[in-house]
């Protein structure tokens, strides 16, 4: 067989191997966490706002949340301004919240937003601030049994899916950043992308929450080693969470939450693979790890 006609057979299998995932996800949610770090290389971008405006083509609706860790901390070394991170989350002072929010609102989701419609004119950007998506209230984690100050960190204390509800119903794709306004006190918070996307995925009944990474998976036995957990039950996600460091601790407490709160589903994914998040959706070869919610009890308990 020609080389050309055995390629156009591949593609004509894989678009009907899709079918049955395509009925399935019809018209649900999901929401996909892009991480600073897979956010590196332009082409792998550009690759992932084609899969964004195909997922919303073929009937889902999409919700992308962004970071922007790597993209943050160049422009604090740039302006001499200092990083430091605990727990998992940035340290911030006010001075840093400057650069976070010019970086995270005027770079990072600018640039997703024009890559995106270059495809098709869908993305819609905005951040938590925008219509009190998000609200917020100064963070205070327990670090090693300790409160530990991580300056202007926020914590989410409310979602109001209006404009979300409003863009989808729309046809549009929102795009995120991570940024919160404080009824309290009025100042705007630095929250956790990942954060951020547990609780929209959560508020908005999502049937999946993708976090797209720079790892293959959630690794046991990290940092020797690169095993990737291939799946966990939401107990067995809540065992593991306190032997978890760096920035897995937001993103698996992330997972938990939204798992607890009614998603789907959360997977882990590497977002350094072309199309993972395609892969992930439509195909029984997803990788990284996936985390489901709890066998219901009276399913597995025994009739009497
Ligand atoms: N158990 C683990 N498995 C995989 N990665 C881990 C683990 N613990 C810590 N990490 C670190 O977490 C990082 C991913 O989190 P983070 O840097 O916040 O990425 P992102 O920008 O995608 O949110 C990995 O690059 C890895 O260095
Ligand atoms: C509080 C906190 O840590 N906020 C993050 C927000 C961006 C983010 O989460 O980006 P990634 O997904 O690329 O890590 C930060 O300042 O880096």
């Not at 084609?50 to 997922?55: P, Q, T």
């Not at 918070?189 to 959560?202: E, G, H, I, P, Q």
């Not at 797209?212 to 957990?229: F, K, N, R, Y």
């Not at 992330?254 to 709160?261: K, Q, Y």
């Amino acid at each position: 067989m020609p080389d050309n006609v055995r390629s156009a057979l591949a593609k004509a299998e894989a678009v009907t191997d899709a079918l049955p995932w395509l009925a399935r996800h019809q018209g649900r949610t999901v929401v996909i966490k892009l991480g600073g770090h897979a956010m590196v290389n332009d082409d792998l971008t550009a690759a992932f706002a084609r899969d964004i405006v195909f997922l919303r083509q073929v009937g889902l609706r999409p919700v992308v949340v962004h970071g922007g860790g790597p993209q943050i901390n160049a422009e604090l070394e740039r302006r001499g301004l200092k990083r430091e991170f605990k727990g998992g989350l940035r340290v911030t002072s006010p001075e840093s919240m400057d650069v976070v929010r010019m970086v995270l609102a005027g770079q990072v989701q600018r640039d997703l937003v024009g890559l995106i419609n270059r495809y098709s004119p869908l993305a819609v950007g905005m951040t938590g601030e925008d219509a009190n998506t998000l609200t917020a209230k100064r963070f205070v984690p327990w670090i090693d049994g300790e409160p530990v100050d991580v300056g202007r960190v926020g914590e989410i204390t409310g979602v109001d899916t209006g404009a979300l509800h409003s863009l989808l119903a729309d046809g549009r794709i929102p795009v995120v950043s991570p940024l919160a306004r404080s009824a309290e006190d009025g100042l705007v918070y630095n929250v956790n992308a990942d954060t951020v996307a547990a609780a929209l995925a959560t508020a908005l009944r999502a049937e999946t929450l993708v976090m797209m990474t720079d790892v293959a998976g959630l690794c046991a036995g990290w940092p020797h080693s690169q095993e990737v957990i291939p799946r966990l039950t939401a107990c067995e996600l809540e065992k593991l969470l306190p032997e978890l460091s760096d920035g897995m601790v937001p993103k698996m407490t992330g997972c938990l939450d939204a798992v607890r709160g009614g998603v789907g589903a959360a997977r882990v994914i590497d977002g350094r693979v072309p199309h993972s998040v395609l892969l992930e959706m439509f195909t029984d070869d997803g990788v990284g790890t996936v985390i489901v919610p709890d066998p219901d009890e009276s399913e597995v308990m025994p009739i009497a």
